[in-house]
């Protein structure tokens, strides 16, 4: 199904079906495309308004216990230096990020049990106590325990993006941890119970994505009722399961992993929860390095994550090759960012930034 681009902008929230969804994840029609966009920027100011909010990146540690089919990290790759920060070099970060005006760090990592609930509970109280700023953890699928505990520690926010609502290909790039079935939404339904602000995702164009399930994870966009909802495209990882052996779908059902369509997911997902909290992620920057992030923030997003992880270990957490900022400081971050920001006639959300509900 597709419009005529001079009759009236068909999406607006819960009126877009399956059927629309689907219609213009495979449109190729610049012309057309260009009503999504409007209608996605529009969306954004009228729902969020015109400041992009600063959320700093501290990748705390690249160790890691599984075996993501996708992902770098990944326990069996040796290749690369294992590194996992102190609480004083985070804390150091944390002080960095507010200087610099973000309301709010990001600190993650692979699923890492060398942090362990106390050390890391102890480091939120410090950033909540000694540098008052809000704190979002993304450090895997941790037991609903630890999960409590820093929530009681003062964490605000949690994210852990789902990656793909289609159970069979879900499975297959989430082996199980020993007898622990991998099970990212009742863990998400965890997050929400305990009081998190919580925040998930997909890649798009994982090899086996059918266009089929990737509306299907737009859905559950909505009906999650997310706060925070990051979507970038899958880059494959020579070092990985599915980098070695992507097996990919047939043509036409198979989701590229491009630029213009991770666009479409972002302004989709815009229209679709129109005041979740959407970043402009660096996989987005990673394929297009000139203005992936810039086009990101015009087609949906309101949010930057800019990374604060020390030069040494940046190149270390290698998820996914040739990541966005690797030999960029945090202030060379935080410059570029604020750069890219302004030249589209943005403004630099002050504060923490969480989700607004009407
Ligand atoms: N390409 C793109 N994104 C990736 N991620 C992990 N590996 C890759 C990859 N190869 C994303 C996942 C994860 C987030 C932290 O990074 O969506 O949730
Ligand atoms: Fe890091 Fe641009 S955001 S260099």
Known sequence: MFWDSDQPYPLAGAGLGYDQILAWLREDDEVRLRNLWDAADDMRRRSVGDDVHFRGLIEISNHCVRRCA???????????????????????????AKEYGYGTVVMQSGEDYGITVAWMADVIRRIKSEVGLAVTLSLGERPVEDLAAWKQAGADRYLMRFETSDLKLYDRIHPPLGNRKSDRFALLEELRRLGYEVGSGVMIGIPGQSYDTLVNDLCMFRSMDLDMIGVGPYIPHPDTVLGRDPQPLPPDQQVPNTELMTYKVVALTRLLCPQANIPSTTALATINKANGRELGLCRGANVVMPNLTPVQYRRHYEIYPAKACINETAR???????NRVQSIGRTIGQGPGGRVRS
């Open 70 to 96: 996708y992902c770098g990290l990944h326990v069996e790759n040796t290749k690369i230096e294992r590194y996992r920060m102190t609480a004083d070099e985070i804390l150091a970060c944390a002080r960095e």
């Open 332 to 338: 060379e971050c935080r410059f570029c960012l604020k």
